[in-house]
């Protein structure tokens, strides 16, 4: 989670969207159940993926509709 905050902090140096290791930690326990779409933009370009790609949770796949 550190570098992973790390990574967000070089990609929005001006600090614009404040994405520290707490907050990805409250994310991936559970702690956190949303977040906005400029997170979302910044966590999925961190971890050089595309967005839609975070939407879906891996362990509720079935719950997912594919259109």
Same mark, same amino acid.
Request: charged share 30%; net charge negative.
């Given at each position: ?10 990609? @929005? ?6 994405? @520290? ?47």
């Amino acid at each position: 989670m550190r570098q992973l905050a790390d990574e967000i902090a070089e990609l @929005d140096p001006e600090r614009g969207v404040k994405i @520290d290791q707490t907050v990805l930690a409250n994310l991936e326990l559970g702690r956190r159940a949303s977040i906005g779409v400029p997170e979302w933009l910044l966590i999925a370009a961190a971890l050089d993926v595309p967005p839609a790609d975070l939407l879906a949770p891996l362990d509720k796949a079935e719950l997912v509709e594919v259109l």
